[in-house]
């Protein structure tokens, strides 16, 4: 497998493939969504709740999304998404978060048709 230049352009180290399905496994607070095509792994969603402090609710935020080389183009982010959605409305979240580097404009553009915004602060409050 190689690495993506959007995940550090490097792969994951040993250590960390060895013991990160267990770790997550151990936090309740962990969603890890996986989507087969033809029996295939082809994406994968990691989400990890949060809390919001000025709701008094639960947030669900979208920490990592991929979708594999030959299975892009097909939608697949877009059904993930959906799953995700669902799952914050099941935990009663208040709103669903993500980070997306400035430079990954594929990314942006799936997260924006899906309906996610940039958030900018007020200018009058900076």
Same mark, same amino acid.
């Given at each position: 497998?190689? %690495? ?52 008094? *609710? ?9 979708? %594999? ?8 982010? *877009? ?27 594929? %990314? ?19």
């Amino acid at each position: 497998m190689h %690495a993506y230049p959007m995940g550090g352009g490097q792969g994951l180290p040993d250590e960390v493939k060895a013991n990160l399905p267990t770790e997550l496994a151990k936090r309740k607070s962990a969603h890890v969504i996986l989507a087969y095509v033809d029996s295939q792994p082809a994406g994968l969603v990691v989400c990890l709740e949060g809390f919001s402090t000025f709701a008094c *609710k639960p947030l669900l935020n979208i920490h990592d999304v991929i979708v %594999a080389l030959p299975y892009r183009g097909r939608g697949l982010s *877009k059904l993930l998404l959906n799953k995700v959605e669902e799952i914050a409305y099941d935990l009663g979240c208040c709103k669903l978060t993500l980070e997306v580097l400035e430079g990954n404009h594929v %990314a942006q553009s799936a997260y924006k048709s899906y309906g996610f915004s940039g958030y900018e602060l007020n200018p009058k409050l900076v």
